[in-house]
């Protein structure tokens, strides 16, 4: 199964989600990789791996270049998709991991219509994977796009605040368009409630509001908790960071639901 974690609005936790979903899958005996489409790194970074250092160990093996590869006429022989995947310190845990290259090669894919080119490299990979979750940028752009072509599912991380709110409906209005146009199978989970502050009035008016809309608002919330950052700063999902935290249940409670479902169609599929 391949899920995208994707929201146009930026700061909304796509990249802690992702990688701690997909470390709960992992640390469950699934065999789980990560895709960072983020030229910013951060699932990268959070998984062990700076990409912006400058002695980065085997510095071609991540996303770009092998979409790159596979993209292009001018390679004889092409590389297994394999051989750019990293492991991380954690097992059952690899990544492949975002690049600064990812900005210089988006026009250059996006021109030559290469959009399709991540689901061939992803059912290249498939029979190594059981669990596939791939970080995305913060807006609908061609790596954006790419990914939720190449998804079979998608969730979507939100930040009770209004201006979350606002971009809501728009953000479904693209994934819903895109369905149509390129990937008919893809299945809308939900909407992931993260940063959740559960004494405040506000965060709980606005998903009030959500399932007034009939939006599928996800039963498990995720807590705003300092051990968050804590875990960023450490390289450490929170799963193998602090097992026993209240936020790592919820974690842990978010997937299960996801799990439990994965056989039924949401509301918006």
Not at 56 to 61: L, Q, R, V
Not at 107 to 133: A, C, F, M, P, T
Not at 169 to 176: A, C, G, H, R, S
Request: aromatic content about 8%; overall charge negative.
């Amino acid at each position: 199964m391949r899920r995208v974690v994707f929201n146009q609005k930026g700061g909304v936790g796509k990249s802690s989600i992702t990688c701690n979903l997909a470390a709960i899958s992992a640390d469950q005996g699934l065999r789980t990789l990560v895709v960072d489409l983020d030229v910013q790194g951060n699932s990268s970074y959070y998984l062990g791996l700076d990409i912006h250092a400058a002695d980065i160990p085997s510095p071609d093996a991540n996303i770009a270049q092998l979409l790159r590869q596979t993209a292009s006429t001018w390679f004889a022989s092409a590389d297994p998709a394999l051989s750019f995947v990293r492991e991380t310190p954690f097992k059952n845990l690899d990544l492949l991991s975002a690049s600064p290259l990812l900005a210089q090669i988006a026009v250059e894919l996006e021109s030559r219509y290469k959009i399709y080119k991540l689901r061939e490299v992803l059912d290249e990979l498939n029979q190594h994977y059981d669990r596939i979750y791939i970080d995305t940028p913060p807006n609908f752009n061609f790596f954006s796009k790419t990914a939720l072509i190449a998804a079979d599912r998608v969730i979507i991380p939100y930040d009770c605040d209004s201006f979350s709110k606002q971009g809501l409906n728009q953000l479904l209005e693209n994934l819903v368009d895109l369905k149509q146009d390129h990937n008919p199978g893809l299945i809308i989970e939900g909407v992931v409630i993260n940063n959740y502050t559960p004494q405040a009035r506000l965060p709980n008016a606005l998903i009030e509001q959500l399932k007034s809309e009939a939006l599928p608002v996800l039963g498990a919330y995720l807590n705003s908790s300092i051990k968050m950052k804590e875990s960023h700063y450490a390289c450490k999902p929170l799963i193998y960071f602090a097992r026993k935290h209240k936020l790592t249940e919820q974690f842990k409670a978010l997937f299960d639901e996801l799990e439990t479902h994965a056989d039924t169609k949401p509301a918006l599929a």
